[in-house]
């Protein structure tokens, strides 16, 4: 199972646009859906490369933004399998591939758990810290609270 579906696809580019790129001219019938299919399947197992030193794979939770990411992945390669040129619109897919294996490579190399989620795979509760915050007894913030500040 992929990190984004065929219709997470569709809301970063039109549908047309996706079958006319992943359509080949000896297909018979929608052979492009397997494709459109095993490019998802790839852009995951490339994500899945720079996670798994870090956490349990595949992800039993998916953040939006690692969605996003496959989808990026996924866009590329379909594009880039009937090649890209270097001044056309699609070149900005190249440009988010990039983007998207920068940020992959930051939360492989992070020393923080940047995706929140635990050694499970299963998201974690976020907790609000800070070295600014203060436990402090009587949370009575009054004038004698406020002195000195």
């Known amino acids: 199972m992929g990190y984004c579906t065929i219709e997470d696809l569709n809301n970063f580019v039109k549908k047309d646009f996706l079958i006319n790129k992943a359509r080949r001219d000896e297909d018979v019938a929608e052979e492009y859906i397997e494709r459109i299919q095993k490019s998802i399947e790839d852009a995951t197992v490339e994500i899945d490369g720079y996670l798994s030193s870090k956490y349990q794979i595949p992800l039993?939770?998916?953040?939006?933004?690692?969605?996003?990411?496959?989808?990026?992945?996924?866009?590329?390669?379909?594009?880039?399998?009937?090649?890209?040129?270097?001044?056309?619109?699609?070149?900005?897919?190249?440009?988010?591939?990039?983007?998207?294996?920068?940020?992959?490579?930051t939360v492989r190399d992070s020393e923080k758990d940047i995706l929140n989620?635990?050694?499970?795979?299963?998201?974690?509760?976020?907790?609000?810290?800070?070295?600014?915050?203060?436990?402090?007894?009587?949370k009575d913030f009054n004038k004698k609270f406020w002195k000195g500040f």
């Open 117 to 138: 989620i635990n050694n499970t795979g299963e998201q974690k509760p976020i907790v609000q810290s800070s070295p600014f915050l203060k436990n402090i007894e009587n």
């Open 60 to 105: 039993q939770v998916v953040p939006g933004h690692i969605k996003n990411k496959c989808a990026d992945i996924a866009i590329y390669y379909i594009v880039s399998a009937s090649g890209i040129a270097k001044d056309s619109e699609e070149y900005s897919f190249i440009e988010k591939y990039n983007k998207a294996i920068k940020y992959l490579e």
